[in-house]
């Protein structure tokens, strides 16, 4: 069975800052040949003020529709094509509006999954925020698109996880994988 549509997201997507950035961009055309416009990757939208981001090419007639739903709900969202091989479509995501509630919504981590941020520091809050961000991100999407039942979401790395917690409550519906890339167990399997 082959997903409808497939999310892929990262903090390095439009976002050059580690090795990550090359593993999603460089599996990119494989992606687009197995799922074509049905492929959309998932970045922050980091980039403020007077930058622009050189990786990400604006276009905001995709989903021109949803986006209008998705700012009713709060969510803010540039679409656009990242600027690389085969320019596959993006949704950067501001998670900035999260900022003041973030007591409310890492509570409500803890009671569900008891995952524990008392002790996290802006380097956790920030990138658990952007996770938290997507998840609503996807379920809004797949709320509005219902012509494609079977999503898939994948996450990379720690930084996205409370993505996947996310929709795991909130849209059960979306199959998620999570994929971590450098961890203390994967290079003491792979050093023996």
């Not at 925020?129 to 709320?143: C, D, H, M, Q, R």
Request: glycine share 10%.
């Amino acid at each position: 069975m082959k997903a409808d549509f497939l999310f892929e997201t990262s903090w390095e997507v439009c976002n050059k800052v580690g090795g990550i950035h090359t593993v999603i961009s460089t599996k990119a055309l494989n992606a687009i040949a197995e799922y074509g416009e049905n492929y959309v990757l998932i970045g922050p939208d980091v980039w403020r003020e007077d930058k622009t981001n050189p990786e990400f090419l604006p276009d905001d007639g995709l989903f021109s529709l949803w986006k209008t739903i998705a700012a009713g709900e709060g969510l803010r969202i540039r679409t656009g094509r990242w600027n690389i091989e085969g320019k596959p479509r993006v949704i950067l995501v501001d998670f900035t509006p999260y900022f003041g509630q973030q007591n409310e919504i890492f509570a409500g981590f803890w009671e569900t999954y008891r995952l524990d941020s008392i002790s996290g520091q802006w380097d956790y809050v920030e990138p658990a925020l952007f996770g938290y961000a997507v998840g609503k991100v996807i379920e809004s999407f797949t709320n509005y698109y219902r012509e494609y039942p079977r999503i898939v979401a994948q996450f990379h790395e720690w930084m996205t996880g409370t993505g996947v917690l996310y929709l795991k409550k909130y849209a059960p519906w979306i199959a998620t994988s999570f994929t971590t890339h450098a961890t203390v167990l994967g290079r003491c399997i792979a050093g023996n």
